[in-house]
């Protein structure tokens, strides 16, 4: 059995046409599906009951998109892949959502089969990421002065918590659980957005660079996340 048919997948839409169209091809995925109509009602059904993906509407009535996803995100035990829908072309506004913590963009109007390649895409990679996520039953990640806890969902450096996004703290989950390995962006891509279009390959450097400013002592000379010329990045050796 295809692993989406065990999936509980939450759609917040205040227009009911689309959210009746969203569900119905979500459920042609084997999806179960449930629907709220405002920020409010939909950040409550998202941390009371247990969903596998989230997709949430920017403009919605109560809560906007952007502070239901703000508020997700600051609770380490409600973390869900976000897609987020919106019909406004503002760069800024899928900036800013992202940078909240939503782990993909659609805008309005959008292809059904679009729609269900990103949905499915982040369930399998948020599924490949729990696959990572402790090995050998250790929850905490140490190198050196870095510490990820995996089961809070945090980073510290040094005793200090780090703020990451969603995507920053898989990048470097990820990478962190193989150290010395090296990985391609394509591979990166695949394995933290679940996408190997091409065209999304600078959201990795973007993210890399992202990332040592947080996370290293002097980003120009990491210790942590290094760059291997001509091929991609790894995570230092133990």
């Known amino acids: 059995?295809?692993?989406?048919n065990d999936c509980r997948t939450l759609v917040v839409e205040d227009t009911a046409e689309i959210?009746?169209?969203i569900r119905l091809h979500l459920e042609d995925l084997g999806l179960q599906v449930t629907c709220a109509a405002d920020g409010i009602?939909?950040?409550?059904?998202?941390?009371n009951g247990m969903f596998d993906l989230i997709v949430l509407d920017l403009m919605l009535p109560g809560l906007n998109g952007l502070e239901v996803c703000r508020a997700l995100r600051s609770d380490p035990r409600y973390y869900t892949p976000i897609l987020m829908l919106t019909a406004k072309a503002s760069e800024i506004d899928r900036v800013v959502?992202?940078?909240l913590g939503a782990d993909d963009y659609l805008g309005k109007p959008f292809s059904i089969p679009e729609l269900q390649a990103r949905a499915k895409a982040l369930l399998r990679r948020s599924e490949k990421m729990r696959g990572v996520a402790a090995p050998d039953d250790q929850s905490m990640v140490r190198a050196g002065s870095l510490e990820i806890d995996t089961m809070r969902h945090e980073v510290r450096?040094?005793?200090r918590p780090i703020p990451l996004t969603a995507k920053e703290f898989d990048l470097l989950l990820f990478m962190a659980h193989n150290p010395g390995r090296v990985y391609s962006r394509a591979q990166l891509l695949d394995a933290v957005w679940g996408t190997t279009l091409e065209s999304y390959e600078h959201n990795v450097n973007t993210h890399i660079n992202r990332l040592r400013a947080k996370v290293e002592a002097d980003p120009a000379n990491p210790q942590y996340v290094l760059t291997v010329r001509g091929v991609g990045y790894r995570f230092a050796d133990s």
Request: glycine fraction near 16%; hydrophobic fraction near 50%; aromatic fraction near 0%.
């Open 41 to 47: 009602s939909g950040l409550e059904l998202a941390r």
């Open 97 to 99: 959502g992202l940078e």
């Open 1 to 4: 059995m295809d692993m989406l």
């Open 157 to 159: 450096l040094s005793g």
């Open 19 to 21: 959210a009746d169209l």
